[in-house]
């Protein structure tokens, strides 16, 4: 299969995956710290993480690599990225905070152009903003007073960016399946961190909604949801796996557009779980994401 399609299928298989830990936090942050889920998530994606390097890396020997120290700095930028974003998705809708997060293919654009030096096509940059133009069609951000929240999504685009953009430097001497299991060690030891500094609730009271899933205190979780923060973790370990690959063998440039299929993912859970469909204007923003993502298949030069 060709590397070009490849990618673009790891990338949106990996997308629709992280979805639903979106969903999962979602329904778990007015109950739980954000902490108490990471840790949990961490723990049970080593599992997944060590199968996936011994199936997929030819054996464990693939996680012994002189840049581990950058694989590390990766997983704190990803960390630091997630956390935004579930911060944000704590007081913000959902359709505003993926819009607003949407700002990530943007970024990695412009990253590949100055820092990896890609030459970006015409036809890329008009596909790219067909994109996004789509998503703020389909969601309409904004028309509610200013909330603070509203820049962490940002933050999460811009530093998620930054660690895709690694992958594809780093890609010609690391595995997707190592990346990801380095970057969920420093998931792991930040969570813990939190954990430690704000785990016993004692600065909740009266906070802002994001900064109260930040400190609420640490409480015994019921089976189910532990068994959904587990699920996290293995959401985590494939979904981070697959978008790493796609970063890893793909141009950064060609595989970003695909990044807006998130919101495809937003429709389906929103109808699923909450009995919500996008109107007219939330149809004419999916048709233009899909003729974005068309676009840029159908315009993609063969690689050699």
């Not at 205190?217 to 790493?244: E, N, R």
Request: hydrophobic share 60%; aromatic share 14%.
């Amino acid at each position: 299969m060709k590397a070009s399609v490849l990618a673009i299928l790891c990338l949106c298989a990996g997308i629709a995956i992280f979805s639903v830990q979106d969903l999962i936090l979602k329904l778990l942050s007015d109950r739980y710290p954000l902490s108490e889920a990471m840790v949990l998530r961490s723990l049970a994606a080593i599992p997944c993480l060590l199968v996936l390097v011994r199936v997929f890396d030819g054996g464990f020997l693939g996680l012994v690599s002189a840049s581990w120290p950058m694989m590390l700095w990766r997983g704190f930028l990803n960390f630091l990225a997630y956390t935004a974003y579930y911060l944000a998705l704590a007081t913000l809708p959902i359709a505003t905070t993926v819009a607003l997060y949407f700002t990530a293919p943007l970024f990695i654009t412009l990253l590949a152009v100055l820092w990896l030096g890609e030459r970006v096509a015409l036809h890329r940059w008009l596909a790219l903003g067909l994109g996004f133009l789509g998503v703020v069609i389909m969601v309409r951000p904004g028309g509610t007073e200013f909330d603070w929240a509203a820049l962490l999504p940002v933050f999460c685009g811009l530093a998620y960016a930054v660690s895709m953009v690694m992958a594809r430097r780093m890609g010609q001497q690391d595995s997707a399946a190592a990346m990801a299991f380095w970057g969920n060690l420093a998931f792991l030891g930040c969570s813990l961190g939190l954990a430690l500094a704000f785990g016993r609730g004692t600065m909740e009271e009266g906070l802002h909604p994001s900064l109260s899933f930040l400190t609420r205190a640490w409480v015994w979780p019921s089976g189910l949801d532990a068994g959904l923060m587990a699920l996290c973790g293995l959401i985590a370990a494939v979904g981070l796996t697959l978008l790493t690959q796609a970063y890893r063998i793909g141009s950064s440039a060609m595989v970003a557009p695909f990044e807006f299929t998130f919101a495809f993912w937003g429709v389906l859970w929103g109808w699923l779980f909450f009995d919500q469909l996008p109107d007219a204007w939330g149809w004419v923003g999916i048709a233009v994401i899909i003729a974005a993502g068309t676009y840029v298949v159908t315009t993609e030069r063969p690689e050699a």
